[in-house]
T-cell receptor, first 115, second 114 residues
């Protein structure tokens, strides 16, 4: 079945430094649709950004990611971390055409940003 | 517009009890999902409905977990009988089909099984 692998565990970094969270996937489908969801403390997950277009950068709220089908990756990046970026980040996968299977989520990466 | 509504927000159950969690999706959304969230396993899919039809029943969760969509605006998740390992946050999410799985999550129900 489908699977998503993310940077494991906890990422700690200093405010102002760049952020990169890894996400790779495995799927039998030829039209993968990739998502990043963010969950702040005591809140529910919400969509951060999504893409199904190969090699096209997508951006939202200072974050960006590019789907690379050749390497099955959809890494999340930000040039300068803020304290408010401390949260749990999930990468997720579905199929753009056959989306009857729903979303498959990675295990999540917790980010803690310190002053 | 109202978001996804889940009740109760917290539930405490004794081992062996039956509990029912409730969810009201965003009005007009055709897809409804139930997920279980734990620190170890992250988000695990329990059930997925499209236009009230069950698309995915969560495989390993089939024996004690049963989700139903009684109508387009109400779903329940029954756990019977509960076990301590069921302690987790249960999240309901809905999605307009045209958005291809962009999920809107409810606030969740935190279940503790003693």
């Amino acid at each position: 079945g489908d699977s998503v692998t993310q940077t494991e565990g906890l990422v700690t970094l200093t405010e102002g430094l760049p952020v990169m969270l890894n996400c790779t996937y495995q799927t039998i489908y030829s039209n993968p649709f990739l998502f990043w969801y963010v969950q702040h403390l005591n809140e529910s997950p919400r969509l951060l950004l999504k893409s199904f277009t190969d090699n096209k950068r997508t951006e939202h709220q200072g974050f960006h990611a590019t789907l690379h089908k050749s390497s099955s990756s959809f890494h999340l990046q930000k040039s300068s971390a803020q304290l408010s970026d401390s949260a749990l980040y999930y990468c997720a996968l579905s199929d753009r055409v056959n989306y009857a299977q729903g979303l498959t989520f990675g295990l999540g990466t917790r980010v803690s940003v310190f002053p | 517009d109202a978001g996804v509504t889940q009740t109760p927000r917290h539930e405490v159950a004794e081992k062996g009890q039956t509990i029912i969690l409730k969810c009201e999706p965003v009005s007009g959304h055709n897809d409804l999902f139930w997920y279980r969230q734990t620190k170890i396993q992250g988000l695990e899919l329990l059930s997925y409905f499209r236009s009230k039809s069950l698309m995915e029943d969560g495989g390993a969760f089939k024996d004690r977990f049963k989700a139903e969509m009684l109508n387009s605006s109400f779903s329940t998740l029954k756990i019977q009988p509960t076990e301590p390992k069921d302690s987790a946050v249960y999240l309901c999410a809905s999605s307009p089909t045209a958005s291809q799985n962009t999920l809107y999550f409810g606030a969740g129900t935190r279940l503790s099984v003693l």
